[in-house]
């Protein structure tokens, strides 16, 4: 069991980090001892979200877990024991119905100018 109510492992959804599809850092969600959920790039627009044990070898997806687009308000169908997630979609994990982690397209984009410009932002 990931999420064990009883002794408060769950304390509400912050922000953790963020995961690129420019690079091949590799993404870690250490759950336990035992199951370690790992977000890897493929290509720049594919990433594959997995689970390995304590020794570090991929195993099975966790009983009770699923992942969904929110963006579309679909599941994502796991393959061999992947789920592949887009940097186009919004998706959430769940523990046998409970959200424990969401992977949110940030949605952004950087601003890039030659000197002599002032560049601010009006916050709202």
Request: glycine share 8%.
């Amino acid at each position: 069991m990931i999420i064990d109510p009883v002794n408060n492992f769950y304390d509400g959804m912050r922000f953790r980090g963020s995961f690129s599809y420019k690079n091949d850092n590799i993404y870690v969600v250490t759950f336990n001892n035992n199951i370690h959920m790992r977000i890897e790039r493929m290509d720049t627009n594919v990433a594959r979200l997995y689970f390995v044990g304590g020794n570090g070898n991929q195993i099975p997806i966790p009983k009770g877990i699923t992942l969904r687009d929110t963006l579309n308000n679909t599941p994502s169908r796991p393959v061999a024991g992947n789920f592949f997630i887009s940097w186009i979609s919004d998706y959430s994990l769940f523990q046998n119905g409970v959200e424990i982690c969401a992977l949110k397209n940030q949605k952004q984009q950087s601003v890039e100018g030659v000197d002599g410009f002032t560049y601010t932002v009006i916050e709202t």
